[in-house]
């Protein structure tokens, strides 16, 4: 998909309105790297990579319980 990352998460079914999404990780690394924070716990991690067409593909999504 096309467009930031915190967005596209955002439009994951399991976020909730309530929930804080946004950028993890280092900027030095490979793809951008996105987490959901509810009640002050992450709940997810969503790691992106390009699609090599100015878009991006979720590599790995991680559900934290």
């Not at 976020?15 to 996105?34: C, F, H, I, K, N």
């Not at 390009?50 to 559900?63: H, Q, V, Y």
Request: proline residues 6%; glycine residues 12%.
């Amino acid at each position: 998909d096309r467009g930031d990352p915190v967005g596209l998460v955002r439009e994951l079914p399991d976020v909730r309105s309530t929930d804080t999404v946004e950028r993890a990780g280092y900027p030095e690394s490979e793809g951008p790297v996105v987490r959901v924070v509810r009640d002050g716990k992450v709940v997810m991690l969503v790691h992106f990579f390009s699609d090599g067409r100015g878009g991006w593909l979720a590599n790995e999504t991680a559900s934290c319980s």
